[in-house]
């Protein structure tokens, strides 16, 4: 395990890692011609960094054909992969070692692969990551020091930072793990070709949340509307009144308060929303509990890897999450909110009861006819 309490104490989100061969990597992770192939392909999203191109730190964007990639010079370029934990299940694999962190905070693995003197520049991240070196060595510079010139290089294709000075160094090697908390700059340079994996954790800022939580809300909130039976003969009325302001804005915040289990649904919705090149494919076929139970005999049911199943449980409201939507269902489904949400494939004895259930069959059915969950 990656995490354990005194990580959670001494380190998460307040200072760096360096973890020596503390990783073991899933037999089948992908190498250098793997993931050349994986750069062709569309439906992932991939990211090729020229440090020396046309212009400083050039970013295109991926797919990318072969000849492409053999055409490039040998040194001073990486390519990136994101999401490859929803592409690749042996890389998922990997977040077995996370287990005990709120799944919902967990983004993706991203891969990278680089030639000598690879790199994405000097930079500072919003988010955690944990920085698995899988093969090849990588230089790790980095400075935590909030105070730092935090400037950018202008009009560039990536957020470079103008000044960098490194506070500490490391040279990883595979099986290493660097930790590093949001903020702090860091600059990973290939020393010969290298692959690194680094897992990403969401941290949604209010910025981000905001305009698609409003949407909903404006469709919810009660009509409000301004006003002003006191309202006196205006000598200046070209004056917006103070005491009309005050009134417009407590309309607005009024609008905005919300009870703690809705906003809750509407959170669950939103963070198991998959992005939309990732969405599973519907699979209307599977419509009886007895199709289910049939084909269970035969093999387990297993979540769709982009799927995330979360739950909330507050007093007497249990509510599951998957693919945006939410079901409610009545608590003493806990065991299988909980069953559901920490497993990644179900067995026939596991599911047996719970399809003989009417309420819970219609939501596992629902599940499975979204493609969320399924048969391989
Ligand atoms: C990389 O893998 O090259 C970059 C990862 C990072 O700096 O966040
Ligand atoms: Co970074």
């Known amino acids: 395990m990656l995490i354990n309490h005194a990580f959670f104490r001494d380190y998460w989100q307040k200072k760096p890692l360096l973890l020596r061969n503390a990783v073991d990597l899933p037999e089948q992770n992908p190498d250098r011609e793997a993931l050349f192939s994986l750069a062709g392909d569309e439906n992932i999203e991939s990211r090729l960094v020229v440090e020396h191109g046309e212009r400083p730190w050039e970013v295109h964007f991926g797919p990318f054909t072969r000849s492409r990639l053999d055409t490039l010079p040998d040194s001073g370029w990486t390519i990136l992969f994101q999401d490859m934990d929803k592409h690749l299940p042996d890389v998922a694999s990997l977040l077995q070692q996370f287990r005990g962190m ?3 905070r967990i983004d993706d693995i991203m891969i990278s692969y680089a030639v ?5 520049g000097p930079h500072t991240d919003e988010y955690d990551v944990f920085l698995i070196q899988a093969s090849g060595r990588r230089l790790w510079r980095i400075n935590a020091d909030p105070g730092s010139d935090r400037r950018l290089v202008p009009d560039l294709d990536m957020k470079i930072l103008r000044h960098f000075d490194a506070e500490q160094e490391w040279l990883l090697e595979p099986g290493d793990v660097l930790y590093l ?4 700059a860091h600059w990973g340079i290939a020393e010969g070709e290298c692959i690194t994996w680094s897992v990403g954790f969401r941290a949604p800022s209010a910025q981000e949340l905001f305009p698609e939580w409003a949407e909903e809300q404006q469709q919810t909130i009660e009509e409000h509307r301004y006003r002003d039976p006191e309202l006196q003969l205006q000598i200046h009325d070209g004056e917006i009144q103070p005491q009309a302001v005050l009134k417009l804005q407590e309309m607005l915040t009024s609008a ?3 009870d703690p289990d809705d906003f809750g649904d509407w959170f669950g919705r939103h963070i198991t929303q998959p992005k939309e090149h990732l969405h599973p494919l519907p699979n209307p076929e599977l419509s009886t509990p007895q199709m289910l139970l049939e084909v269970l005999q035969q093999q387990p049911l297993v979540r769709h890897p982009a799927s995330k199943i979360l739950y909330m449980h507050t007093a007497g409201k249990l509510l599951l999450f998957c693919g945006g939507v ?3 269902l ?3 489904c806990l065991p299988l909110a909980i069953l559901l949400s920490e497993q990644d494939a179900w067995h026939q004895e596991e599911l047996e009861s719970w399809l003989h259930d009417e309420r819970t069959a219609a939501m596992l059915i629902d599940l499975c006819q979204r493609g969320y969950i399924g048969f391989e």
């Open 116 to 120: 000598d003197k690879g790199s994405v």
């Open 326 to 328: 939410s079901c409610q």
């Open 330 to 332: 009545p608590e003493s």
């Open 256 to 258: 905005l308060e919300q």
């Open 102 to 104: 709120p799944r919902w």
């Open 181 to 184: 908390p949001p903020g702090v």
